[in-house]
Every structure is written in structure tokens, then in C-alpha cells.
Nanobody
Framework: QVQLVESGGGLVQAGGSLRLSCAAS????????TGWFRQAPGKEREFLAH????????RFVDSVKGRFTISRDNAKNTMYLQMNSLKPEDTAVYFC????????????WGQGTQVTVFS
């Protein structure tokens, strides 16, 4: 079984930065791609970014391009989301997800970490 644990959320003033981490663990861990999602109160969960572990290729949703970066540390089985120039509308619970194969399905999810941006 694969476990994902997010950390790094918190309270930050608009214009500030946070770095989220997502640590993956489990037997025979095989990571094809990991991604970040968020869900604001009353809204659906939305995709933010993903990274393919073998190539390092990344993809971002338009709303965070230029502000957020995604990276991974293969040795630590950990993914990061560096969030800069945060806005109050970035307030949400942030989730990481992992898939073991190419496609739109995400096999495992973390429990989420709260990010609150105040003006």
C-alpha cells in the first residue's frame, strides 16, 4: 500500500510564499507521475500541476503558471510545490496524488494540508 503525506501548509499573507511537500512511502513503490490538487470551500477539487518522475516533465494549470513550481527528489520519494506570490484565492486544502502509470487516473491520494492566504 502506498501512503502520501503532505506537509508545509499554513497561514501566509498575500504576496508571500509557502513550500508544500508530499512524501510517498510503501512497498515496491513505483511512481510514474505525481500531482497537486486543491479544493476550496464550496468548490470542486481542481488540478494544479503534475510532474513525471522519469523525465521531470511538468504541466501547470494556467492560474498558477509563473507563480508555482513543482519538483521532486527521487532519492527521498518526495515531491514539492513551491508557491510564490500567493493570493487570497489560493486559500484551499491542497492534496497530492500519485499514479503508477500513464493516464488520467490517480491511484493514491494524500490527506491534504490547509493553505490560508490573508490580505
Amino acid at each position: 500500500q502506498v501512503q502520501l503525506v503532505e506537509s508545509g501548509g499554513g497561514l501566509v499573507q498575500a504576496g508571500g510564499s509557502l513550500r508544500l511537500s508530499c512524501a510517498a512511502s510503501g512497498r515496491a513503490l513505483n511512481i510514474y507521475r505525481t500531482g497537486w490538487f486543491r479544493q476550496a470551500p464550496g468548490k470542486e477539487r481542481e488540478f494544479l500541476a503534475h510532474i513525471t518522475w522519469s523525465s521531470g516533465n511538468t504541466r501547470f494549470v494556467d492560474s498558477v503558471k509563473g507563480r508555482f513550481t513543482i519538483s521532486r527528489d527521487n532519492a527521498k520519494n518526495t515531491m514539492y510545490l513551491q508557491m510564490n506570490s500567493l493570493k487570497p484565492e489560493d486559500t484551499a486544502v491542497y492534496f497530492c496524488a500519485l499514479t503508477i502509470q500513464f493516464g488520467d487516473r490517480w491511484d493514491y491520494w494524500g490527506q491534504g494540508t490547509q493553505v490560508t492566504v490573508f490580505s
